[in-house]
Every structure is written in C-alpha cells, then in structure tokens.
C-alpha cells in the first residue's frame, strides 16, 4: 500500500458529497439573486470538503482510542484503529486540513464579513467535539443533530452569504431537505454499525432508538426530504425550477428499501454510498434550479 492510501481511506471519499451539496445549492441562489462569484464559490467548496475530510481524520482517531474500531466493525478500514497511520500522524492531519480551511474562511470574511468567521469557528469546534474532547457528543446520541446544524443548516446558508454577506429566506428553506439527506447519510452509518457501537459503548441515536425506529426515522429523513423541496417550490418560496429535485426521487427507493429490509453490513454500506450520491445530485438539481 503506498504511503498516500491510508490518508484517502481515512478521508472517507464517499462521504465527501456531504461538503459538496451546500456549497452548490448556495452558489445556485446567489446566481439566482445575481451575485454569484467563481472566487468565492471555488473557495467555499475547498473550505467545506477540507472540514468534512478533517472531521473524517479526527473520528478516526477518537473512536480508535475509545475502542470504537475494533475488528468485529463491518465498514472501510480504518487507519488509526489498525496501525495503518498513527494517532499522532492523524492529529497532525487533522490539524492541517483545519488549517487550510481556517485560510478558506479568512478569505471568504474578508469577501462577506466577521459571521463567516464564527460560522467557521463554531463548524470547527463542533467538528472536534463530535467524537473527541470529555463530553463526545457523537456518542451521546446527539450526531444527527450537529450533521442537520452545520452539514445542512449553516453550510448551506454560509455557502449562500459568502457571496455578498447576505442569507435570504430560500436559502434557509433550501438548506432543510439538504440537512434531511446529510442527516440520512449518519443515520445510514450508525444503523449498520449499530451491533458493533453499543458493544463499545458508543450511544449513537441508533443505538438509543433501536434498529426498527432507526429504519422509520431514515425513511422519515429521505421521504421528507423530497416533501420539503416539493413545498418550498411548489409554493415559490424558493425559485420553482428548484421542483427539478424531484427528479431525483427514484434513486432513493433502494437505500430506503435496503436500510429497511437488511442489517447486512455489505448491503448498508451500499445503501449509504447510494445516500451519499442521492444527497449531492440533489443539492445540484436544487443548485440548478435555483439557477435557470
């Protein structure tokens, strides 16, 4: 294996769509309102795929040293966890693709103003405190939580702000489906690791709810999402091409028929790539629409 392929895997690439579709929905609206900028868009999308990878490096450390990783998971490997990088490597990572972002985010205040900044700093603090520091709250059942506030909520508003230092109503609007389907995607991971977590003692909301109520509140995030875009755009309070969304529709049928009817792991870890590819190709149709 060569020295760069552990960094990917612990980058976690099928989960990076996650960064991805906020910033597109964003960039859509401020084309939309016309002032929409190359400069800050590239810049935006760098910021957030670079939170969500450091994010990725920093679960994989803390969940290596609460024993989270052991070797009765199903999923990609990861790195920490079986020696492929070491602990302290991966918080040099983490601490470089923070960096990076922090330089994103100085660029973007000085386009858009100071709330970029907090609303970086609060993604930062959030994204350290998901599986690390006293109080993980990762393993308190509050993930889904964090992921629907700062992967849907604020990047999407802040992908949209960024551009000329305001948030319009759409945009806070738009941001909900795109929280409902990042949310989804967790929600996908904790329901196939569900065993494996409550054995390590890792108190995810799956592990609270139970797998049967996991199952109903993913089909509830993937379902609503397509409702909300329905009537936010059929009502126009977002650009009604936005309905092109609903295109995508199809494509959720077998993630929520899988995370429903299996707990194989190989099967889940299908259905949360296919959550994954379903959240982006509907922050671009959203994006799309807000554009024509």
């Known amino acids: 294996m060569s020295a760069f392929r552990p960094w990917l895997m612990a980058a976690r690439p099928p989960t990076l769509w996650a960064a991805v579709a906020p910033v597109l929905v964003g960039g859509g609206l401020a084309a939309h309102d016309g002032v929409f900028r190359w400069d800050v868009f590239v ?24 024993g989270a ?71 308190r059942a509050l993930g889904e939580a964090f992921v629907f506030v700062f992967f849907g909520l604020a990047a999407t508003v802040g992908s949209r702000f960024a ?5 319009p109503l759409d945009a806070w609007l738009l941001a909900v489906p795109v929280g409902m389907l990042v949310t ?59 309905l092109l969304a609903l295109g995508a529709a199809p494509l959720a049928v077998s993630p929520v028929l899988t995370v429903a009817r299996t707990a194989a792991g190989p099967e889940l870890i299908g259905a949360l790539k296919g959550t994954a590819r379903l959240h982006a190709l509907v922050g671009a149709l959203l994006g799309l629409g807000a554009m024509l």
């Open 184 to 242: 989804a995607i967790l929600v996908a991971n904790n329901v196939r690791d569900i065993d494996t977590d409550r054995a390590a003692g890792k108190r995810t909301l799956a592990v609270v709810l139970g797998r049967r109520r996991t199952r109903v509140l993913y089909g509830v995030l993937v379902l609503g999402a397509f409702g909300v875009v329905a009537l936010v755009g059929g009502a126009a309070w977002a650009p009604r091409p936005t």
């Open 43 to 66: 810049v935006t999308m760098a910021a957030a795929v670079l939170i969500n990878v450091g994010v990725n490096f920093a679960n994989d450390a803390s969940d290596a040293r609460r």
């Open 69 to 139: 990783d052991t070797e009765a998971r199903i999923g990609p490997t990861r790195a920490v966890a079986t020696g492929l990088i070491s602990a302290r490597a991966m918080w040099a990572g983490v601490g470089v693709t923070f960096g990076a972002a922090a330089a994103c985010g100085a660029y973007l205040a000085w386009v858009a103003g100071w709330p970029i900044l907090a609303i970086g700093a609060a993604s930062l603090v959030a994204a350290l405190g998901y599986t690390g520091g006293p109080v993980p709250y990762g393993y």
């Open 163 to 167: 551009h000329d230092g305001t948030a």
